[in-house]
T-cell receptor
Framework: DAGVIQSPRHEVTEMGQEVTLRCKPISGHNSLFWYRQTMMRGLELLIYFNNNVPIDDSGMPEDRFSAKMPNASFSTLKIQPSEPRDSAVYFC???????????FGSGTRLTVV | RKEVEQDPGPFNVPEGATVAFNCTYSNSASQSFFWYRQDCRKEPKLLMSVYSSGNEDGRFTAQLNRASQYISLLIRDSKLSDSATYLCVVSGSSNTGKLIFGQGTTLQVKP
């Protein structure tokens, strides 16, 4: 069982550049979640999908952020253009059904300089 | 008011001590409850689910009080390896699988 797989593990980019984070959920899980974690704000839900359909993107901070889930085994979170305040750890998580716990990926540590 | 509130700590305790964390939540419609553990620079991992009747897993005991909207975690005979941040997690009100995470309580167990 591979678990939730995220890439890259670390990303350092310059302000203004486009950043794409990738996630492969656990096979058979029908919900996928993107979170952002910082020391100041803790773990924040950005967006989640049920059966590949975006359900709630109210946590997405700005139009610079976008997420897609073209199929059940892949999702991307894109930031364009990136800013230093986007620096954080971005986690992807997946779950099966409703009311169940989430399995998290190892996260992508993003630094925007 | 935050949807899930926890005392951030840190709680500094000696090995072998018993320590308890508390959490309150605002949404009375929440149906599922969990404690997660997060080690430094790692992802959150499920520690245990919390059931209405209370449940135990080795040295860990979780309790739920729906009337007071209160969840607790008790750790007995604490070990150095228990040092971590403990996140209280509550399901959202809609039937979509969304979970609400508390800010976490940091525990440091010292020799």
């Amino acid at each position: 069982d591979a678990g939730v797989i995220q890439s890259p593990r670390h990303e350092v980019t310059e302000m203004g550049q486009e950043v794409t984070l990738r996630c492969k959920p656990i096979s058979g899980h029908n919900s996928l979640f993107w979170y952002r974690q910082t020391m100041m704000r803790g773990l924040e839900l950005l967006i989640y999908f049920n059966n590949n359909v975006p359900i709630d993107d109210s946590g997405m901070p700005e139009d610079r952020f976008s997420a897609k889930m073209p199929n059940a085994s892949f999702s991307t979170l894109k930031i364009q253009p990136s800013e230093p305040r986007d620096s954080a750890v971005y986690f992807c998580a997946s779950s099966q059904g409703t009311g169940n716990s989430h399995d998290f990926g190892s996260g992508t540590r993003l630094t925007v300089v | 008011r935050k949807e899930v509130e926890q005392d951030p700590g840190p709680f500094n305790v000696p090995e072998g001590a018993t320590v308890a964390f508390n959490c309150t939540y605002s949404n009375s419609a929440s149906q599922s409850f969990f404690w997660y553990r997060q080690d430094c620079r790692k992802e959150p991992k499920l520690l245990m689910s919390v059931y209405s009747s209370g449940n135990e897993d080795g040295r860990f005991t979780a309790q739920l009080n729906r009337a007071s909207q209160y969840i607790s975690l008790l750790i007995r005979d604490s070990k150095l390896s228990d040092s971590a941040t403990y996140l209280c997690v509550v399901s959202g009100s809609s039937n979509t699988g969304k979970l609400i995470f508390g800010q976490g309580t940091t525990l440091q167990v010292k020799p």
